[in-house]
């Protein structure tokens, strides 16, 4: 694992999440034969592009991975006004009775001519960040190399608006190869309908790159 740090404060990057807006992604390889559809199609990744952030890292050789991934996110989250959606129970759209957001990651092999092939994914809830650490794995660095949260009401911290919060997502382990002129491509989305049911009040989410607040993906990369 390497890590470089940024030499000095780079541009953060914001996204909305507005249910209003629509917030269905494609389906994923593991729903689409329990949905009826053809097992596992290789969708291209790109169409969701407009719902949130993206990021590439291109190859000029073989690159393997195996083992867990981990995403150490560095992000604020500010609550937007509007949450009544048509057809959903009022109840649904009270709670949780404060601000909150989901962070979903998705992993994709970019090939030559730019299609972007879902390879794993993972999902967390911004009040349920709080690391276990007796679950978790590290490396001998003291980074996250496997998340692993408690899952307790005494552990559940809405996020305060507009702070710098730390968050460690756990990407579900994998085994691949990226091939020499692909890339690796991380999206960052607040939504995975119909895969799965996400929170629907709007949010203004806001990545950030700053020296001391940096957002990096630990990768177990092969010799």
Same mark, same amino acid.
Do not use: C
């Given at each position: 694992?390497?890590?470089?740090?940024?030499?000095?404060?780079?541009?953060?990057?914001?996204?909305?999440?507005? +249910?209003?807006? @629509? *917030?269905?992604?494609?389906?994923?390889?593991?729903?689409?034969?329990?949905? @009826?559809?053809?097992? $596992?199609?290789?969708?291209? $990744?790109?169409?969701?592009?407009?719902?949130?952030?993206?990021?590439?890292?291109?190859?000029?050789?073989?690159?393997?991975?195996? @083992?867990?991934?981990?995403?150490?996110?560095?992000?604020?989250?500010?609550?937007?006004? !509007?949450?009544?959606?048509? @057809?959903?129970?009022?109840?649904? $759209?009270? #709670?949780?009775?404060?601000?909150?957001?989901?962070?979903?990651?998705?992993?994709?092999?970019?090939?030559?001519?730019?299609?972007?092939?879902?390879?794993? $994914?993972?999902?967390?809830?911004?009040?349920?960040?709080?690391?276990? +650490? %007796? %679950?978790?794995?590290?490396? +001998?660095?003291?980074?996250?190399?496997?998340?692993?949260?408690? /899952? /307790? %009401?005494?552990?559940?911290?809405?996020? =305060?608006? !507009?702070?710098?919060?730390?968050?460690?997502?756990?990407?579900?382990?994998?085994?691949?190869?990226?091939?020499?002129?692909?890339? #690796?491509?991380?999206?960052?989305?607040?939504?995975?309908?119909?895969?799965?049911? *996400?929170?629907?009040? +709007?949010?203004?989410?806001?990545?950030?790159?700053?020296?001391?607040?940096?957002?990096?993906?630990?990768?177990? =990369?092969?010799?």
């Amino acid at each position: 694992m390497s890590k470089e740090a940024p030499s000095s404060a780079e541009p953060a990057d914001s996204y909305i999440y507005n +249910p209003l807006a @629509g *917030t269905a992604e494609l389906l994923s390889r593991w729903d689409n034969a329990a949905s @009826g559809s053809i097992p $596992q199609p290789a969708w291209d $990744q790109r169409t969701d592009e407009p719902k949130g952030l993206s990021y590439t890292v291109s190859f000029d050789h073989d690159v393997r991975i195996a @083992g867990p991934i981990n995403f150490h996110l560095h992000a604020t989250t500010v609550g937007l006004p !509007g949450s009544a959606v048509e @057809g959903w129970p009022a109840a649904a $759209q009270s #709670l949780p009775p404060y601000p909150d957001t989901d962070f979903v990651v998705k992993i994709s092999d970019v090939a030559a001519d730019g299609t972007a092939t879902l390879i794993t $994914q993972g999902y967390l809830r911004a009040s349920h960040r709080d690391l276990d +650490p %007796s %679950s978790s794995e590290f490396s +001998p660095s003291g980074d996250v190399i496997r998340a692993q949260h408690f /899952d /307790d %009401s005494a552990h559940v911290h809405p996020p =305060v608006p !507009g702070e710098d919060t730390t968050y460690d997502i756990e990407i579900w382990p994998t085994a691949k190869t990226f091939a020499a002129g692909h890339g #690796l491509r991380l999206d960052i989305y607040s939504a995975d309908t119909p895969n799965h049911l *996400t929170l629907i009040k +709007p949010a203004l989410n806001t990545v950030l790159h700053a020296p001391g607040a940096e957002s990096y993906l630990v990768l177990p =990369v092969l010799p």
